[in-house]
C-alpha cells in the first residue's frame, strides 16, 4: 500500500509537471482511493484497459496519453470517454498522465527509445527551453548500417508488425535523429539536417511531408506511434518497482495486457 502523494512525488520527479507543453493537460486527472495498492501502466486508456483496470483490483491508471484532453460539457455513457470515467469513478480508480513532460524529461521516452535502438554520442535534437529540457535526441550506431538493416532492426527492437520508410534501403546510415510519437515536421526535418543526420525516426508521417524530406535529403522511418511509445510501460513498471522495493512499500505493478496496437496489417 502507498499513500497516493508519495506515488505522486515518484511521478513528479520522473517527469516534472511543469515541463509539459502548455497546450497538454497532464498530472493526476481522476482522483479514487488516497491509498495506492494495484497500479496499471498503459498508453492509452482505451475501454479494454479500464475494464482490465476493474478487473485486475487496480486503484491507480497512469498512462501516457491524458483520458482527459480537451473540454467536457457532460459525463453519460453515450459516449466511450463518459462511460469510460463513469466506470473508473465507480470503481474508485485514479488516472495520472505523464505526456509532453515525459517526452523531454531526463531519462524520458525520448531516451528510452535512444536505448532501445542502442544509439550512442547522444545530443539533443532540438533546441532547450529555458529548463533545458529538449525535444528529440541524436545519435550514432555503433556499426555501420545501411536504412534497410536499419528498419530491420528497429522492427525487431520494438516489436512491429511492418515499417513504412522512405529512401534507398542501401544507403549508409551514420546518423540518426529519433522524436517518439506523433513529431513530422518541418522543423524537425530542418534540424535533422542541420545536425547532418541520414535517417529520421519518429511516426505518423504524412505522404507530402515525406516527399518533401526525401527531396532534402533526408530519409525517414514510421516506426508508429504506438511502437514509439509503448516502449514506456515496461521501463516505467520497472522504476516503479524498483522504488517501491527499495522503500518496501509493496506496490503491485502492471503492465497492460489489453492495451494493443490499434492498427492492424495485412
Ligand atoms: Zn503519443
Known sequence: MMEIKILEGFLEKTAPKNIAEEWDNVGLLLSGSGDIQKVLICLDISVAVVEE??????DMIISHHPLIFKGIKRVTNENPLGSKLISLIKNNISVYAMHTNFDLAFGGLNDILFDKLLLSKK?????????????GRVGVFSESVTLGE?????????????????GDRNKKINKAAIATGSCSNYNMFAECLAKNCDVYITSDIKHHEALDALEMGLCLIDATHYGTEFIMVAELAKRLKNFSNDN??????MESEKNQPIFDYI
Open 53 to 58: 483496470a476493474i478487473e485486475k483490483g487496480a
Open 248 to 253: 518496501d512499500l509493496g506496490l503491485v505493478v
Open 123 to 135: 545530443e539533443n535534437l532540438m533546441k532547450e527551453n529555458e529548463s533545458g529540457y529538449a525535444l
Open 150 to 166: 536499419l528498419v530491420q532492426f528497429i522492427k525487431g527492437q520494438i516489436n512491429l508488425k511492418a515499417v513504412k520508410f522512405t
